[in-house]
């Protein structure tokens, strides 16, 4: 599902979701949506066991992945079994970092993207242990630079896995159907 360009839109899911209505969705790109600050709430994530990709590119207002806090015993509860292509674009004010939805997905990730997201300044821990991962990608100076690392062991483990950004067609990144494979 592609949602584009929606200037009203708030939020993905309001109130009562039925069990069934998401559980076939594989694919959740959101772009360009001024209003969306929040994407999830924890309810909805058990109703995606299949989704494969999920694109967020140009919510100016974009705050975080999901509508209300949860702790890490609560966390484990939830997970985005099937998740393997990550891609974050252009979000400038979101003010988490990509733990939440990496720990969600950390069985099944291949795939992390990041250009232009000013403050996404660490990239999860537990990335080392994801069996799956095969690419990160982002801006050289994003990750000379702007990147934290609370262990520089982190950084060297992951750096095999990184591909400086040098595609400037965006829309590449998400729709390109080798993607899924």
Known sequence: ?????LPRLSNIA???VSPRSLAN????SLEKHDNLRYIFSWSMIEQLPKL??????NCKNLEDF???NATKTEMVNYE???LKFFS???LRKIVVSIDKIVE??????????TIHCISVISLPRSLVNAPRLMIITGQRKWWDEELQWEDYTIKQNLFVCFYFHQNKNHFFMCFHPTRLT
């Open 1 to 5: 599902m592609r949602l584009y360009d």
């Open 66 to 68: 999901f509508e209300e």
């Open 25 to 28: 969705l594989k694919f959740l």
């Open 88 to 90: 974050l674009k252009c």
């Open 104 to 113: 969600l997905a950390l069985s099944s990730i291949k795939e992390v993207y």
């Open 52 to 57: 494969e990709t999920l694109c967020i590119s």
């Open 80 to 82: 985005l079994p099937s």
């Open 14 to 16: 309001e109130g009562h």
